[in-house]
């Protein structure tokens, strides 16, 4: 009969006690990241569907809803707002902190947007609360990637942090995923009639119940490793936005490179081709988001696959390879949509959600990586929200414009090529480090 070391009893206390705390915080980084693009994706929807008729009447076709869209690109307006201040506490006072307190801002706003009074019902005062309204999500989005990024990575084990720094990306196309399947629940549960009058409410008030969830998963994980030994040893940098901006500009122009293209392309995905499909395809609302959703599970999928390679091959390969990936399909991915043709279509949109994927599974990692931990939450939250509003704050609107413009979609493949060679030279840019230098980097305070 064999008996168990004292010793090995405590280690397998402690590394199920980590295992247990690492999926608290991939769970809790996940679901935040999920609420997160759930409210903006719902109302990048509604913005194509029906706040065009309800918000802006007046503007007839194509002129109000290039005008709807320009709100989905007001809140990107407020993101690097939000990033230089949430970066700054986070890397004051730590990423815990920031985390539940940007969840709670994004939920308030998005169920406030549910409960608006439309323009028959308050005159301009309508439009006016909306965009305050987008304003506030966008400060809150600013900063809320940041700190579900860093939590993920800096708690991950030595040769998986691009894996772990995935869980947060895979928030993006889950929340697609919730946000279209609403949407489709609701769709096909009212009339055209009903769901303009009351339906398009549901999918933004029942974002109160995910941010419930959300605010007990975020209440329960611990602080990151890193920033408790960073506040242990008193490396804390007083003005981490300035020290960014004087030290680390390169690595801030990089990065936000990196994501210009995912963010662009994947705002196409999320609220352009809907309207589109709908609008100038004359294809059922339904129909298009079901493409979306399809779109979304290979995104996910592919996603965590980018992230687990990157470890592997290094940040720098993954995205070289998933923005080329990007660039040659840009053409194809319009060509395919406008045959109306429903395999055809989702042939389009999921090889799209393939280099998606490679874009955006590496990117939480390569970002802890490009910026030391003193200053790496103001870092990496700046150069996501100014990628952000580069690629995706505008994009859609842009993309309406172009089409009425030219009369072809080609013209929007034309953008997003030219998009995509931004963030191919971005990627080319990279200072690739060995699996070593990643893991040293991680935890140097400077």
Not at 55 to 79: N, Y
Not at 161 to 177: V, Y
Request: aromatic share 10%; glycine share 12%; proline share 4%.
């Amino acid at each position: 009969m064999s008996a168990t070391h004292p010793d090995s009893a405590v280690r397998g206390d402690v590394n199920a006690a980590a295992d247990a705390e690492l999926r608290r915080v991939a769970g809790a980084s996940l679901v935040g990241t999920t609420i997160e693009w759930y409210d903006f994706f719902i109302y990048a929807s509604a913005a194509g569907l029906v706040f065009p008729d309800l918000f802006f009447p007046g503007h007839e076709g194509a002129s109000g809803l290039l005008i709807s869209f320009a709100t989905v690109g007001v809140s990107f307006v407020a993101r690097p707002v939000g990033g230089v201040i949430t970066g700054h506490l986070g890397d004051l006072i730590g990423r815990k902190m920031m985390l539940v307190i940007t969840l709670l801002l994004m939920g308030a706003s998005t169920v406030g947007v549910g409960l608006l009074p439309t323009y028959a019902s308050i005159g301009v005062a309508a439009p006016a609360l909306l965009v305050a309204l987008r304003l506030l999500q966008g400060l809150s989005a600013g900063g809320e990637w940041g700190g579900a990024a860093l939590m993920s990575v800096e708690h991950a084990p030595s040769g998986r942090r691009g894996f772990f720094g995935s869980f947060p990306q895979i928030g993006a196309p889950l929340g697609l995923l919730v946000a279209n399947l609403v949407f489709w629940s609701v769709s096909a549960a009212t009339t055209p009639e009903q769901f303009k009058a009351f339906g398009w409410r549901i999918p933004f008030i029942l974002s109160v119940v995910l941010v419930a969830v959300g605010f007990f998963v975020r209440a329960r994980v611990a602080e990151s490793p890193v920033f408790r030994e960073m506040k242990k040893g008193r490396e804390r940098s007083q003005a981490p936005i300035v020290e960014v901006l004087r030290h680390h500009s390169r690595e801030v122009l990089v990065a936000t490179g990196l994501f210009i293209a995912n963010n662009m392309i994947g705002y196409i995905l999320i609220a352009f081709i809907t309207s589109y499909g709908v609008r100038q395809l004359g294809m059922e609302r339904t129909t298009m988001l079901l493409i979306g959703m399809a779109g979304a599970v290979l995104w996910g999928i592919c996603t965590v696959w980018a992230g687990s390679l990157s470890d592997r091959i290094g940040r720098r390969s993954t995205y070289v390879a998933g923005s080329v990936l990007m660039l040659v399909w840009s053409a194809p991915f319009f060509l395919l949509l406008d045959t109306r043709s429903v395999p055809f279509m989702l042939v389009s949109v999921l090889v799209m959600a393939v280099g998606l994927g490679l874009t955006y599974g590496p990117q939480a990692a390569a970002y802890a990586e490009m910026f030391p931990a003193r200053v790496r939450y103001s870092g990496a939250s700046l150069a996501y929200a100014v990628g952000a509003v580069l690629g995706g704050g505008f994009a859609p609107m842009i993309a309406t414009w172009l089409v009425t413009r030219s009369g072809t979609s080609l013209s929007v493949s034309g953008y997003m090529a030219l998009v995509c060679l931004i963030t191919l030279a971005s990627a080319l840019a990279m200072r690739e480090r060995s699996a070593a230098e990643r893991e040293r980097f991680i935890a140097e305070p400077a």
